[in-house]
């Protein structure tokens, strides 16, 4: 079976607890119970002195029936029997009721030469009636005037009834306190318990959620305590394996890229091979065709759709040869702004076509980037191109270009957004693997090739949150220190 810590933490503190309060209220009732029968004693052996100097004139006097009365005007309730015995231990004077107990009744318990000062005392059981009553029973030597040996003496019996109930009365009010105390022990024991392990078991769902593989567990634990120092461990180690886990994620996706590029590579070159010279003739063939003054109207626009159509193919190859080529950067410092316009000027058409409305801000003084100029403009070609694609009629795009910092380091940064059909967030990064695309005529190269010149000039492109419709694109490239 199993047991939580929770449980057997309370459970313990409880225990300990019942334990403690139980020894505490042993004592007091101990003590209580000491002090009401001390009590109970000294007031019996009062009433004891007290009829015993009543009594000295008539026991001397041998006077039984004024003892007889004396006796008889102080039996209560509580007093159960006097008996008044004289100098050999014979009962001269008693209550009625006591005589049918001759065990009592009959002897002093007193020895002959008792002094002056000394007492019997004890306690036992006398059964009046058809129940059993405690009584406290003293018995007190009577000495005369100047004589040595006891004259006689006096046994009284006092119930105990009272002092019964009394204990009983306490032992209840302790037994209450008692039952209180433990009661409030478990509740303070399970808050106790509770706070004690509330941090464990935040700590054991998150290592069960690590377990399932979920590293973005945060255990939000801020004692400063040793719980406090695990949990933040347990934090930086989950940071850690969760940064780990990108990068090998990275790490994954560019060996698979890099597979995927290299057998794209062997394909596109031999497509390239065979198609290109074919192609050459054929288009030039059609050009010399195309140029006949015989043709009608409908066999030149026919024509002219199949040279449409050569150029598309052509377009295909020169795409496909320039994301599989691996050239090396030529590297210049220029401004983005300056390669931005000019991949701009190359779109004017479609632009004018679809009357997009077109919003760049430009940060002020922006230092150089050194880039590949041509690459850079195919990458603002591509992104740009995307967007006018996804606008509608009117639709607007917007430029910013800035710098920021990112972990310390300079960034040149722009970001083109649209107000176009979006993209969904779990295609984020399908759309930069080649041939991804929706389009009927696409041929899903256009952002595979901006990555990769991206990658190649170290910076990073990808999909961020935009507020509204559309998409935005954020292409991140490290800037030069100091400038
Ligand atoms: N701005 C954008 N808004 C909406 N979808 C976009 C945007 N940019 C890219 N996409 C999506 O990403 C896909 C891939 O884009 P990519 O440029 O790589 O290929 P393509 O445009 O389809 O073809 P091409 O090779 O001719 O550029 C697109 O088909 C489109 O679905
Ligand atoms: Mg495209």
Redesign the pocket.
Known sequence: MKISLHTRFAAWITALLTVLVGAVLFVIEKREVGTIFEETKSRTLLIAEYLASRNLRALISWDTAFMQETIDEQIEKRLLYVIIYDRSGKPLAANASIQTYPEIYNTSRLPADVAEGEFELRTHTLRIGDKDQNVLEVELPIFAPDVATKWGSIKIGHSLEDMDREVRRTRRVLILIGLGGCLVGLLASTLLARRVTRPLKKLVAGTVQISKGDFSQRIDLASRDELGELARSFNEMTAQLMQTRERMEAANRRLVQAEKLASIGRLAATIAHEIRNPLTSVKLNIQKVQESERLDPVEKEHIALSREGIGQIEKFIK?LLSFTRASELMRDLFSLETILDEALKLLREPFQEKRIVLQKTVAKNLPAVSVDGDKMRQVFL??L???S??VEEGGEIRIVLSRGREEGRPRDQARIG?D????PDR?WEN??EPF????A??????????RKIVEQHGGVIKVVKKRGR??C?LISLPGEEGT
């Open positions: 795409e591509n992104v191109r995307n967007a694609e996804s649209d176009g059909c979006g993209i295609e759309i930069f991804f695309t929706t389009k005529a696409g041929f899903g190269l256009g952002l595979a090739n901006a559309g998409s694109f």
